[in-house]
């Protein structure tokens, strides 16, 4: 055999060994955005959102929207698991047998009084959905009202989790714990991005955000006489040395291409001008994108405390993640489902408006599914061009672009629908 047949040959074999997306999978893709796009589909996905906005729970609370989400499945004549992780919903679409893929939605709002005057305001006092996640329970409605509308084409079972608390609750390991992903083989997740374009979608290969974890410290001196220090031990000068010493574990001890955060958020001591306290509790966050480098931060966090209030002889106590608020590992996306996600996503979006972002120090309790199934989260842009200047998540003036709730629905049943078929695929040629 020649060169050129050799180099021939090789290239059928590359072609053949790589997992196509075929024309189905494109024409199912076309189809599903066409369909959140029908009129009667938007509103109703529409009208769910503002019904959720309307009523924001917070984390395990979100009775009323895991009742809304439950009579939505009923209608449409979805089998689910309830309650799951204390509010929790997993519906299940499909064929009901193998092989398993997972999408999911948080449901939990912010405690933050909604600023936005509009027709569907929060109605609870405080409470407000400033992160999107009405929205992405909508979106997940819409894609499930696709997935049975084309169930005939479901080469396996989409299943869909509808998960309370990730604003720090950690819902997800709850869900994890509660053993209902268990034959999952891969899951999805979406997070709206006001600062994004409409119609573009944005994630990357490996670690897309960082692990997180909250301390507190308390650093106990002897309250005394302002004007007679030599009588007290003040813990305000102590846990001022420890909020700078805490600076120097970023600045001086980190490599600088592996990048981490500490912040002391909170600082708490005193009432008077003229009394030295007892103590002081001072509190923040700390952030980096590798197990070790998390591990290796949180012992220096409480070495520099201890050891700074001491020499201030103050004593200190140091409390890291409690049950309430557990670390968050780092998100990190498989690196298969990484160009799995490209394709379909340029299919449901034009291969132009799919993005690759730079990883970034914010958490998602997504991670922890990501810990024990593959997993691939992206952000999904729904940038107003009507609205001056986009406001952030978790801003009292936030809004969401409603136009972004028939993106998302697609996005998330293509994901669903195409690995299935592949995976049928896979498994009927291998
Ligand atoms: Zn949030
Ligand atoms: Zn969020």
Not at 102 to 107: G, I
Not at 160 to 166: D, G, K, W, Y
Not at 296 to 308: D, M, N, P, T
Not at 356 to 376: K, M, N, R
Request: glycine share 8%; aromatic share 8%.
């Amino acid at each position: 055999m020649n060169a050129s047949k050799w180099f021939l040959m090789i290239l059928i074999i590359s072609l053949l060994k790589q997992p196509q997306i075929s024309n189905g999978a494109f024409e199912i893709s076309k189809q599903f955005l066409e369909f959140a796009k029908k009129a009667e589909v938007f509103e109703w996905v529409v009208g769910i959102r503002r019904k959720i906005h309307q009523n924001p729970e917070l984390g395990y609370q979100e009775f009323e929207t895991s009742k809304i989400i439950r009579e939505e499945l009923n209608k449409l004549g979805i089998l689910y698991k309830h309650p799951v992780a204390v509010t929790g919903v997993v519906g299940f679409v499909g064929s009901g047998e193998p092989p398993f893929v997972a999408l999911r939605a948080d449901m939990d709002a912010l405690s933050l009084q909604e600023m936005v005057e509009w027709k569907h305001k929060s109605k609870v006092p405080g409470k407000m959905h400033a992160c999107g996640h009405d929205s992405h329970v909508a979106m997940l409605l819409g894609a499930a009202k696709i997935l049975k509308h084309h169930s005939h084409l479901l080469k396996g079972t989409v299943v869909l989790v509808f998960q309370p608390a990730e604003e720090g609750g950690g819902g997800a390991k709850v869900v994890i714990d509660s053993g209902s992903l268990e034959n999952v083989k891969a899951i999805f997740g979406l997070h709206v991005s006001p600062e994004d374009p409409l119609g573009q979608v944005f994630s990357r290969s490996g670690t897309l955000m960082a692990g997180s974890g909250v301390f507190e410290a308390v650093i106990a001196g002897k309250g005394g006489h302002a004007a007679i220090p030599q009588h007290s031990i003040d813990p305000i000068l102590a846990a001022s040395s420890v909020v700078v010493s805490l600076q120097h574990l970023v600045s001086r001890e980190a490599d600088p291409l592996d990048s981490q955060v500490v912040t002391v958020a909170k600082f708490q001591g005193g009432g008077a001008f003229n009394v030295i306290p007892d103590s002081v509790t001072i509190g923040g966050t700390f952030r980096a994108f590798s197990k070790e480098t998390f591990m290796q931060l949180k012992q220096r966090i409480e070495e520099v405390i201890v050891g700074q209030a001491s020499v201030h002889r103050c004593n200190a106590t140091v409390e890291f993640a409690s049950k309430d608020k557990p670390f968050f590992p780092a998100t990190i996306n498989d690196a298969g489902l990484h160009k799995f996600f490209q394709k379909v996503a340029g299919s449901v979006l034009g291969l132009d408006n799919v993005k690759e972002v730079s990883p970034l120090t914010a958490a998602e309790d997504f991670s922890f599914y990501q810990e024990v199934i593959p997993g691939y989260f992206y952000f999904i842009g729904m940038k107003n061009e009507k609205t001056e200047k986009p406001m952030s998540l978790h801003s009292p003036f936030f809004q969401l672009n409603e136009d972004v709730l028939p993106y998302g629905a697609a996005m998330q049943a293509s994901l669903a629908a195409t690995y299935l078929l592949e995976n049928q695929s896979q498994s009927q040629t291998s």
